[in-house]
């Protein structure tokens, strides 16, 4: 098993940062690919971005692309996804995924493990 913790939601300004952070532990070796996915009320789950644990090779959705960044760091077991010039728009429960296998998929079914979720809020 793998366990997911997100952090660093909050409450922040149209056109600020934030930075989140997904910390892995148990079963790591397991892990190929890592995620962000978003979903706001009454909207489907989204994907945002992934990275492949070995090579950090990432992938963003096109409504970020720019403006949201993918890193992790592999001796903490740390996933990251730098948001700048944020909007309205990306409020949002931001949640942490990891899968067992690759390419970086962009559906959830794809991922097997799940953080809890941390919310974002951009106000205008």
């Known amino acids: 098993q793998v366990q997911l913790v997100e952090s660093g939601g909050g409450l922040v300004q149209a056109g600020g940062s934030l930075r989140l952070s997904c910390a892995a532990s148990?079963?790591?070796?397991?892990?190929?690919?890592m995620a962000w996915f978003r979903q706001a009320p009454g909207k489907e789950r989204e994907f945002v971005g992934g990275?492949?644990?070995?090579?950090?090779?990432?992938n963003v959705a096109d409504s970020v692309l720019g403006r949201f960044t993918i890193s992790k760091d592999n001796a903490k077991n740390t996933l990251y996804l730098q948001m700048n010039s944020l909007k309205p728009d990306d409020t949002a429960a931001y949640y942490c995924?990891?899968?067992?296998?690759?390419?970086?998929?962009?559906?959830?079914?794809?991922?097997?493990?799940w953080g809890q979720g941390t919310q974002v809020t951009v106000s205008s």
């Open positions: 148990g079963r790591t070796f397991s892990i190929y690919a």
């Open positions: 995924a990891a899968s067992k296998s690759l390419p970086i998929g962009n559906r959830p079914r794809q991922y097997d493990y």
């Open positions: 990275i492949r644990w070995s090579s950090g090779f990432t």
